[in-house]
């Protein structure tokens, strides 16, 4: 705790009775819908690079959510089988995909995707067990320039 803070990982207390997995980000294009949209209670709180930085944690795959996919695909089908739902949802997606669009238009959001998407951001997000919680204050410019260097790209698939 002293090295990262309010930090918990499958070693800490509670993991054995539940795992509740609630992500802060979804994918990169996605994290500037969230930026565009603001923070609910941190209205004065930018969700920019540094913000990337903390909560992009994915350094290991959490694959236990699969065994629950044909009961969530049969869900999902009873609701897409609603009419209404359906329309719902495909004009929600969307509105989503459009707002994207339009957001990587922006010179500004043009920048912060390509940042936040670079090798540096992807290493960086790895290593996150590395790092105490004055550097998460700090963001990715606390980190030396190099560092990142030692941890290898993933390997992305075909």
Not at 20 to 48: C, I, P, T
Not at 100 to 108: E, F, G, H, V, Y
Not at 133 to 147: M, N
Request: glycine share 4%; charged share 25%.
């Amino acid at each position: 705790m002293l090295l990262t803070g309010w930090r918990s990982n499958v070693t800490t207390y509670g993991y054995q009775l539940v795992t509740l997995n609630h992500y802060s980000l979804r994918s990169a294009e996605s994290y500037l819908v969230k930026r565009d949209r603001g923070r609910v209670n941190h209205v004065d709180r930018d969700q920019g690079l540094n913000y990337w930085f903390r909560m992009n944690n994915n350094a290991h795959r959490d694959t236990r959510a699969r065994d629950h996919l044909p009961m969530v695909k049969a869900e999902l089908e009873r609701l897409m089988s609603d009419p209404q739902i359906a329309a719902q949802h495909h004009a929600c997606v969307a509105a989503h995909q459009a707002k994207i669009a339009s957001l990587k238009q922006r010179p500004d959001y043009a920048i912060l995707l390509r940042d936040i998407t670079s090798d540096r951001m992807i290493r960086l997000s790895r290593m996150h067990h590395a790092f105490g919680s004055e550097i998460f204050l700090q963001g990715p410019d606390a980190v030396p320039a190099g560092v990142e260097d030692a941890v290898p790209l993933p390997i992305k698939p075909d």
